[in-house]
């Protein structure tokens, strides 16, 4: 899908999208013959972790580092112990857990 499309579907800019490929949140993507991005149905996915996980309080730093790590094939959690503790209340935790997709 073209960028527009990504960018309309995940409810962020076109800007917001050539950000998070600067900063390496995405995945490098081929181009059509015109220069088109093209991204892969799964790249909304990740978008919209990228907004999740960003909005309790992960930084773009901190999701570089992880999506890094996962594109080469490795096992970001396996170095969980760098991060910080989480210290919110077990609810409010529990809801952002909920809210990326991670929880029931």
Do not use: N
């Not at 309309?8 to 050539?18: E, H, I």
């Not at 978008?47 to 992960?58: K, P, Q, T």
């Amino acid at each position: 899908m073209h960028s527009g499309e990504l960018a309309r579907l995940a409810g962020v800019s076109s800007d917001t999208l050539r950000y998070y490929e600067r900063q390496r949140l995405l995945p490098d993507v081929p181009r059509s013959a015109s220069g088109y991005r093209l991204f892969p149905p799964e790249a909304l996915a990740r978008v919209r972790l990228i907004r999740g996980a960003l909005s309790i309080g992960f930084s773009v730093r901190e999701l570089a580092a992880i999506f890094g790590e996962r594109d080469r094939g490795g096992v970001p959690c396996g170095g969980s112990e760098r991060w910080p503790p989480i210290s919110w209340p077990p609810s409010k935790r529990s809801s952002a857990i909920c809210s990326l997709g991670g929880g029931s």
